[in-house]
């Protein structure tokens, strides 16, 4: 991550949020990206947001120059970038202490950044194929991410593969998620979900209910609930004991949906996708309570702030916004 000289710019909206807002608008909007945002990630302490995705075309459209960029949540400057990427920046995200990124995408490679000085400070091997999700342990030991038809569980102290889990042929859009306990990663490669327990990488259960691939995946805090968006527009909520759908959400616009994710109190599920929208879910009951609309194009990530009371979405019109979390009606 260099810091530096190409800084975004960022348009600041007083507009408190509330359920009875007929029209909310974000609390800001954050631009600077030169292509589609693809990914999201707030640190810890909620002060930092991380975004990452395409960047800009060069040597006639054959490769791209893609910067991670970091954010001051408080004032919506860009404060720094990380460069290392040649191709767009599928996924990232912060170590539990904070101190380390882990980013992935199209050059089939894995950085490991130190936020402190923005630089990288490990690359790991570089895969056969495009990474297209990962995520750290909740004890930040290990680092797992959804390479082609496997998942590599890696060990960051001694730098070595702990687990290799393989099975999915469909490897586009493979998506993998960790249980908050770190015992469960779930896996989808395809229209199924797969359940390997993250120490032995034995296979402890399979859900099978899209009809097409799945394009995210996230456990609710509490662990009892796992969420799957797919390319159809349906939502399902899974128990993961049981392997059994407790709902089944569909927001309502045709389209896919993106990106799915849990409030830190577990009682809110956003979605977000191709109908430009975030529909705000109550888990619990099944029921959409909220819809925030002010994107031009498709919301392909978001992300909650550690404190529960920010939601930042991003996506294909290359802005960040960041939304106050609606009241309840």
Known sequence: MTTGSHFGVV????????SSAPAAQPQATLKGHPGEIQCLAFSPDGKTLASGGRGAAIAGGRAEVSRIK???VASGRQRSELAGHAGEVRCLAFSPDGKTIASAGRDKTIRLWNVATGKSAKQ???????????????????????????????DLRRGRKLAELKGHSQWVFAQLAQSPDGATLAWAGGADIVLFDADSAKEKSAFRGHVNRVLSLAFSPDGKTLAS???????????????????TLKPGS??????????????????????KT????????????????A???????LAFSPDGKTIASAGRDKTIMLWELPGRP
């Open 70 to 72: 970091l954010w001051d």
């Open 229 to 247: 968006a797919g390319w159809n527009g349906v939502i399902k909520l899974w128990n993961p004991t049981s392997a059994s759908v407790q709902a």
């Open 124 to 154: 790991i091997t570089k895969h056969a194929n495009w990474v297209f999700s990962l995520g750290f342990s909740p004890d930040g030991r290990t680092l797992s991410w959804a390479n082609g038809g496997q998942v590599i569980v890696w």
């Open 295 to 301: 994107h031009s194009d498709s919301i392909l990530a």
């Open 254 to 275: 045709a389209g896919r949906v993106w990106s799915v994710a849990f409030s830190p109190d577990g009682k809110t599920l956003a979605s977000a996708g191709d109908d």
């Open 278 to 293: 975030i529909t705000l879910w109550d888990p619990a009951t099944g029921k959409k309570f909220a819809t925030l609309k």
């Open 11 to 18: 348009a600041l909206c007083l507009v408190a949020l509330t």
